[in-house]
């Protein structure tokens, strides 16, 4: 029965198959006035929106470069770039030939400032006093045009300023660019994209007016929003220390570990975004020798005359990082705190608990002989094994520096160690080990 039943399902799915490879010449060939009908409610043109959030760094660069060269007239009304941007970190020849593409687009270039809060300053303003077409949002502000990138005897001054001195260190909000002339109120993306001729028509029930073009909106892949995001001053410098930090936790472990995996990349990562962004090369250096510096005092188990000198160089490398662009102090803040608590405290402890955990065993080294890197009197550091711990003296018996010693005891974090020779012994010793 069940066999009978699973042909009678067969037949009928090839039979609703079979009708349906009928069924669709005949619809393929169906009124033509009906098909017809049916493009006609096709909108024909868009208008490309592309969002410009962030420093004009490569990535953007690219975006906004690809499409002015995708303009298909015959398509696109219209190409709208949405704009908060504080600067440019590209060169102002590739400046310049986004702005020779701005200028030639064979349909007009609107750019708008806006959501609310939004800025465009620097060589993104002089771009946006291109174009045909400014929109501001409440708000907003553009201006603090800098030096000009492009020539003026080609491109003329930015929104048509009558002089080379105005809006050069100042910017305007909305209501003196509106009252200047220099954009046209648009609070939000929608009022901006009403105000370009051609995305609005009758209505159909004749009241009013309604879009009748696309809007199109264009952003980066993931994998350039992920650089675009790391060329970020603040998540560069943080990206940086994180990776450094974790790189140098992961020496002083055994074996690689998701530390070390997470470290590599955020240092790759935190490297791209340095290289791209205006730093400045001995502040680099600052930070590397602060690295170098914790991981130092992280093998001697103690913060030491290297640990300052690690906390001075990151400081100093952190506030001067950055030429042209800056960071806000609460991004600071992070960096150096966070750095200087897990550097001077947290991997310290994180390493002697590693390696001092039953997991992987600590009974091998007692009995173990080395040698005290300073005093131990009761307490200092002695290097077993080419690895220093905090030790305090077996029963008191003081130990000088670089004196050899045995060690007797593990006590959490601690070892007891005595003399090599000379010193009390203790019933928990025992003969080294061959």
Same mark, same amino acid.
């Given at each position: 029965?069940?066999?009978?039943?699973?042909? +009678?399902t067969?037949?009928?799915?090839?039979?609703?198959l079979?009708?349906g490879?009928?069924?669709a #010449? *005949?619809?393929?060939?169906?009124?033509?006035?009906?098909?017809a009908?049916?493009?006609?409610?096709?909108?024909?043109?868009?208008?490309?929106v592309?969002?410009?959030n962030?420093?004009?760094?490569?990535?953007?660069?690219?975006?906004m470069?690809?499409?002015l060269?995708?303009?298909?007239?015959?398509?696109?009304?219209a190409?709208?770039?949405q704009?908060?941007?504080?600067g440019?970190?590209v060169?102002?020849d590739?400046?310049?030939?986004l702005?020779?593409?701005i200028?030639?687009?064979?349909?007009?270039v609107s750019? =708008?400032?806006?959501?609310?809060?939004?800025?465009?300053?620097?060589?993104v303003?002089?771009?946006?006093?291109?174009?045909?077409?400014?929109?501001?949002?409440?708000?907003?502000?553009?201006?603090d045009?800098?030096d000009?990138?492009?020539p003026?005897e080609?491109f003329?001054?930015p929104?048509?300023l #009558?002089?080379?001195?105005?809006?050069?260190?100042?910017?305007?909000?909305?209501?003196?660019? &509106?009252? +200047?002339?220099?954009?046209?109120?648009?609070?939000?993306?929608?009022?901006h994209?009403?105000?370009?001729?051609?995305?609005?028509?009758?209505?159909?029930?004749?009241?009013g007016?309604a879009?009748?073009?696309?809007?199109?909106?264009?952003?980066?892949?993931?994998?350039?929003?992920?650089?675009?995001?790391?060329?970020?001053p603040p998540?560069?410098?943080l990206?940086?220390?994180?990776g450094?930090?974790?790189?140098?936790?992961?020496l002083f472990?055994?074996?690689?570990?998701?530390?070390g995996?997470?470290?590599?990349?955020?240092?790759?990562?935190?490297?791209? @975004?340095?290289?791209?962004l205006?730093? +400045?090369?001995?502040?680099?250096?600052?930070?590397?020798?602060?690295?170098?510096g914790?991981?130092?005092? &992280?093998q001697?188990?103690?913060?030491?005359? =290297?640990?300052?000198?690690a906390t001075?160089?990151?400081?100093?490398?952190?506030?001067?990082?950055?030429?042209?662009?800056?960071?806000?102090? &609460?991004?600071?803040?992070? @960096?150096?705190?966070? *750095?200087i608590?897990? *550097?001077?405290a947290g991997?310290?402890?994180?390493?002697r608990?590693r390696?001092?955990?039953?997991?992987?065993? +600590?009974?091998?080294i007692?009995?173990?002989?080395g040698?005290?890197?300073?005093?131990?009197?009761?307490?200092?550091?002695?290097c077993?094994?080419?690895?220093?711990?905090?030790?305090?003296?077996?029963?008191?018996?003081?130990?000088?520096?670089?004196?050899?010693?045995?060690?007797?005891?593990v006590?959490?974090? =601690?070892?007891?160690?005595?003399?090599?020779?000379?010193?009390?012994?203790d019933?928990?010793?025992?003969?080294?080990?061959g």
């Amino acid at each position: 029965m069940i066999r009978s039943a699973r042909r +009678r399902t067969r037949l009928l799915a090839g039979l609703v198959l079979l009708a349906g490879s009928l069924w669709a #010449p *005949m619809a393929a060939v169906g009124p033509a006035g009906a098909h017809a009908e049916h493009e006609s409610h096709e909108p024909a043109a868009v208008i490309d929106v592309v969002e410009v959030n962030g420093l004009l760094d490569p990535v953007l660069l690219e975006v906004m470069s690809g499409a002015l060269d995708r303009i298909d007239p015959a398509e696109t009304i219209a190409l709208v770039f949405q704009v908060n941007s504080r600067g440019s970190v590209v060169s102002d020849d590739e400046v310049v030939a986004l702005a020779e593409l701005i200028m030639g687009s064979p349909v007009p270039v609107s750019f =708008w400032v806006g959501p609310s809060g939004s800025r465009a300053r620097g060589a993104v303003a002089q771009l946006v006093g291109l174009a045909d077409d400014v929109g501001i949002a409440p708000g907003a502000r553009f201006g603090d045009l800098g030096d000009p990138v492009a020539p003026l005897e080609r491109f003329g001054r930015p929104f048509g300023l #009558p002089s080379d001195t105005d809006l050069v260190d100042d910017t305007v909000g909305y209501d003196e660019a &509106i009252e +200047r002339g220099l954009a046209r109120p648009s609070p939000v993306l929608l009022e901006h994209l009403r105000g370009i001729p051609g995305f609005e028509g009758a209505a159909a029930d004749g009241e009013g007016t309604a879009p009748v073009v696309r809007t199109r909106f264009n952003k980066p892949g993931l994998v350039d929003q992920l650089f675009h995001t790391a060329a970020s001053p603040p998540v560069a410098y943080l990206l940086f220390l994180v990776g450094a930090g974790l790189l140098v936790f992961e020496l002083f472990t055994a074996g690689v570990g998701i530390a070390g995996v997470i470290g590599a990349g955020s240092f790759l990562l935190g490297c791209y @975004g340095l290289a791209v962004l205006p730093t +400045r090369w001995w502040a680099i250096a600052l930070l590397v020798v602060a690295m170098f510096g914790y991981a130092v005092d &992280i093998q001697t188990g103690v913060p030491r005359a =290297w640990t300052v000198i690690a906390t001075a160089s990151l400081v100093v490398g952190s506030v001067a990082l950055y030429d042209g662009v800056g960071m806000s102090w &609460i991004t600071l803040g992070v @960096g150096l705190v966070g *750095m200087i608590a897990a *550097m001077s405290a947290g991997i310290p402890a994180m390493v002697r608990t590693r390696f001092s955990t039953p997991t992987i065993g +600590r009974d091998w080294i007692v009995g173990e002989s080395g040698a005290a890197v300073d005093a131990v009197d009761p307490e200092g550091t002695v290097c077993v094994r080419e690895a220093v711990w905090k030790a305090r003296t077996n029963r008191a018996t003081p130990i000088e520096a670089s004196a050899p010693i045995r060690v007797v005891a593990v006590e959490g974090l =601690w070892l007891e160690v005595a003399p090599e020779e000379g010193g009390a012994r203790d019933y928990r010793s025992r003969a080294p080990k061959g």
